[in-house]
């Protein structure tokens, strides 16, 4: 498609279970983002994935969270033993390089709900 | 390291109304200035970038934001802003150095009628 897909726009959990958040770029974008916005705050930084270098995790919360990126393309966000705080959208974003010049095209989200 | 200050967490205006949403950026470096909108229920949309160049910097929707390079400052002005309008506005910083996009912690503008 034209823009960044993630899936599933809502995602309803129990405490303690693990989430998957599907992440599909922009085609040829070689930067993938992932981000954290809570109620009421900023966007929080959560892993950055360049081509084949290592990804820079420097922004993930707990060693709960981990993300990976097959084949340079779409990216898997996951949340094990999910906690109540772990409730936020979580944002995707990609760009080609280098970022400066182009900024992030965001995906719609994920809004995360853990009860 | 860079960091981006948004000075007003909500900015209540009339319709028709102009409005400037403030926005201060530190780094030691030359910068790279952004201001994303989010609307309700959605992902964010870039609004306008400085990269170089003329510091006034135009968007879609009809804002257009300044860069200040003495005041570290990037604020975001509309002549007359419409109820569409209504949204969460977001300063970013990023310099030549950095692989990521450093967000200040948004402005909500709400448009009363």
């Known amino acids: 498609g034209a823009g960044v897909s993630q899936s599933p726009s809502n995602k309803v959990t129990e405490k303690g279970k693990d989430v998957e958040l599907r992440c599909d770029p922009i085609?040829?974008?070689?930067?993938l983002y992932w981000y954290r916005q809570s109620l009421g705050q900023g966007l929080e930084f959560l892993i950055y994935?360049?081509?084949?270098?290592?990804?820079?995790k420097s922004g993930l919360p707990s060693d709960r969270f981990s993300a990976e990126r097959t084949g340079g393309s779409v990216s898997t966000l996951t949340i094990q033993r999910t906690q109540q705080e772990d409730s936020a959208v979580y944002l995707c974003?990609?760009?080609?390089?280098?970022?400066?010049?182009?900024?992030?095209?965001f995906g719609s989200g994920t809004r995360l709900t853990v009860v | 390291a860079q960091s981006v200050t948004q000075l007003d967490s909500q900015v209540p205006v009339f319709e028709e109304a102009p409005v400037e949403l403030r926005c201060n950026y530190s780094s030691s470096v030359s910068v790279y200035l952004f201001w994303y909108v989010q609307y309700p229920n959605q992902g964010l949309q870039l609004l306008l970038k400085?990269?170089?160049?003329?510091?006034l910097v135009k968007g879609i929707n009809g804002f257009e934001a300044e860069f200040n390079k003495s005041q570290t400052s990037f604020h975001l002005r509309k002549p007359s802003v419409h109820i569409s309008d209504t949204a969460e506005y977001f300063c970013a910083v990023s310099d030549s150095s950095a692989s990521k996009i450093i967000f200040g912690s948004g402005t909500r503008l709400s448009i009363r009628p």
């Open positions: 085609s040829g974008h070689t930067a």
């Open positions: 400085y990269l170089s160049g003329s510091t």
């Open positions: 974003a990609s760009s080609p390089l280098p970022v400066q010049g182009y900024g992030y095209t």
């Open positions: 994935f360049q081509g084949n270098s290592a990804p820079d």
